[in-house]
């Protein structure tokens, strides 16, 4: 059974860190480009950040970039979406999903994901 589960998750002020993790069993995530993905209440899913399988290129929405890093650790099977200078807009809830390339959202399997609040 093929299981992705987030983690990391949380209340941070606005200006702080965290740091979430999806760490996959059932599946090789090295077989995969990974994104992580938010959606935020009355608002459409937003692919924001993505890693690929092979050279490890990554991707990251404007909203996002030089904020957001996204990284992975092939031993552990899982990947990380380093997040810090967030923002009240950041708030949402972020899940991970596996894809064939970061050029195409369309995702294979995907978690359930963890809730983000940024808020003072």
């Known amino acids: 059974q093929v299981q992705l589960v987030e983690s990391g998750g949380g209340l941070v002020q606005p200006g702080g860190s965290l740091t979430l993790t999806c760490t996959a069993s059932?599946?090789?995530?090295?077989?995969?480009?990974v994104g992580w993905f938010r959606q935020a209440p009355e608002k459409q899913r937003e692919g924001i950040s993505c890693?690929?399988?092979?050279?490890?290129?990554?991707y990251h929405k404007d909203s996002v970039k030089g904020r957001f890093t996204i990284s992975r650790d092939n031993d552990k099977n899982s990947v990380y979406l380093q997040m810090s200078s967030l923002r009240p807009a950041d708030k949402a809830h972020y899940y991970c999903?596996?894809?064939?390339?970061?050029?195409?959202?369309?995702?294979?399997?995907r978690g359930q994901g963890t809730q983000v609040t940024v808020s003072s």
């Open positions: 059932g599946v090789s995530l090295d077989s995969y480009a």
């Open positions: 999903a596996t894809l064939q390339y970061c050029s195409d959202w369309s995702y294979g399997y």
């Open positions: 890693i690929s399988s092979t050279d490890g290129d990554t």
